[in-house]
């Protein structure tokens, strides 16, 4: 003869249930997380248009940050074209909410006209239905280095005698992902798959929903 569970039991048996629901790992990030996220270092810089940047203006957002200059002869303009497939990937309600920026670590040669003229034609990537802007900062030498050691990258002048371009840049090469909430959460090294990346985006603006 069968007995019925008695209501209490019943709800014991959900409660526990959903405990174990919520013990369950997160879902494994693509890139490299960081053990315990933090809120994103803030970039006081200028972006390429003269205006004052702050992460804050940018809350509700994923954001994708990467360190580079705009005489990189080759890095850089990949790593810039990757972000451009992510963002075309997403929908046009999860475009809205994605943002690339790019940190001059060059801002000797890379003033707001090179650097606007040099991100155009990444935007111009994106033109259609649903253009969008990448962001480029620089400011003066020690807002850069603080900017850098925030997010725990490196930038040297790396003189070339007898070129032509007088010297180049060593820098870090990994985009920083910081989630809508404004939280460092994770980066992903230099080739790193744009699928990985897109997905990860993808993610972060779902989690917050």
Known sequence: MSRKIRPPVIWLLVAAGLLLIACLPARKLHGVPYDRPRPAPDLPLA???????????????????????????????????????????????EADRFQP????????????????????????????????????????AEALARALDGYGARAEKRPQPGSAIGYTMDHTASIFLIDPAGNLIEWFPYGAAVDDILADVRYLI????
């Open 47 to 93: 972006d390429q248009f003269g205006r004052a940047f702050s992460l804050a203006d940018q809350r509700g957002k994923v954001v994708a940050v990467y360190f580079g200059y705009t005489s990189c002869p080759d890095v850089c303009p990949i790593t810039l074209a990757q972000l451009t497939q992510v963002w075309r990937g997403l929908s046009s309600t």
């Open 101 to 140: 920026v790019f940190v001059t670590v060059d801002p000797e040669r890379d003033t707001e006209p090179v650097l606007a003229r040099y991100l155009s034609a990444f935007d111009n990537a994106l033109a259609g239905d649903r253009p969008r802007n990448f962001i480029g900062l620089r400011g003066p």
């Open 206 to 209: 779902g989690r917050e929903r």
